[in-house]
T-cell receptor, first 114, second 109 residues
Framework: DAGVIQSPRHEVTEMGQEVTLRCKPISGHDYLFWYRQTMMRGLELLIY????????DSGMPEDRFSAKMPNASFSTLKIQPSEPRDSAVYFC????????????FGEGSWLTVV | SQQGEEDPQALSIQEGENATMNCSYKTSINNLQWYRQNSGRGLVHLIL?????REKHSGRLRVTLDTSKKSSSLLITASRAADTASYFCAPLNTDKLIFGTGTRLQVFP
């Protein structure tokens, strides 16, 4: 299997622009997680899905952030409008049966908002 | 959900030495996982230890769990330069893995 695939790997955008990050989980995995990593705050869980349904979005920082999972093989994390403080590495991860199982991470999307 | 706290924050050793990292948590857990992150990469799962286990081995890795002290340790024996990375523990007691800030391990050749 190719693992969790994220795109883009790197993005530089101007403040106020919309950013869409994409993720393809490992085939057969029922859980998908979005994490954000910064030097100041470490790794933060933003949201996770089970069978394409959002289960817990309490980590989503504010209304500018939204996440969708239209089918089992695709998820998006959207930031609109983006702000410089959103600059971070965004990781998508998936697992067979939730957080109690091994979680497989993608390589991350490095976002810089200027 | 709860966050593990790793100690030390940073560790520098020579190749061949052993590296020990510790993790503390606050409430009861179902299991505890350790992950590694190489610079610029995603996290990679290393080992999972369940609450009813006290010790687990995987190659050069040895993980212990003391539920009475709410702590875990990760030992890397005979370290190599390739072990240079950040190491995270993630205790699980509900449905979410919350990672700590990690231990940055530097292994010098």
């Amino acid at each position: 299997d190719a693992g969790v695939i994220q795109s883009p790997r790197h993005e530089v955008t101007e403040m106020g622009q919309e950013v869409t990050l994409r993720c393809k989980p490992i085939s057969g995995h029922d859980y998908l997680f979005w994490y954000r990593q910064t030097m100041m705050r470490g790794l933060e869980l933003l949201i996770y899905f089970n069978n394409n349904v959002p289960i817990d979005d309490s980590g989503m920082p504010e209304d500018r952030f939204s996440a969708k999972m239209p089918n089992a093989s695709f998820s998006t994390l959207k930031i609109q409008p983006s702000e410089p403080r959103d600059s971070a590495v965004y990781f998508c991860a998936s697992s067979l049966s939730g957080a109690a199982d091994t979680i497989y991470f993608g390589e991350g999307s490095w976002l810089t908002v200027v | 959900s709860q966050q593990g706290e790793e100690d030390p924050q940073a560790l520098s050793i020579q190749e061949g030495e052993n590296a020990t990292m510790n993790c503390s948590y606050k409430t009861s857990i179902n299991n505890l996982q350790w992950y590694r992150q190489n610079s610029g990469r995603g996290l990679v799962h290393l080992i999972l230890i369940r609450s009813n286990e006290r010790e687990k081995h995987s190659g050069r890795l040895r993980v212990t769990l003391d539920t009475s002290k709410k702590s875990s340790s990760l030992l890397i024996t005979a370290s190599r330069a390739a072990d240079t990375a950040s190491y995270f523990c993630a205790p699980l007691n509900t449905d979410k893995l919350i990672f700590g800030t990690g231990t940055r391990l530097q292994v010098f050749p």
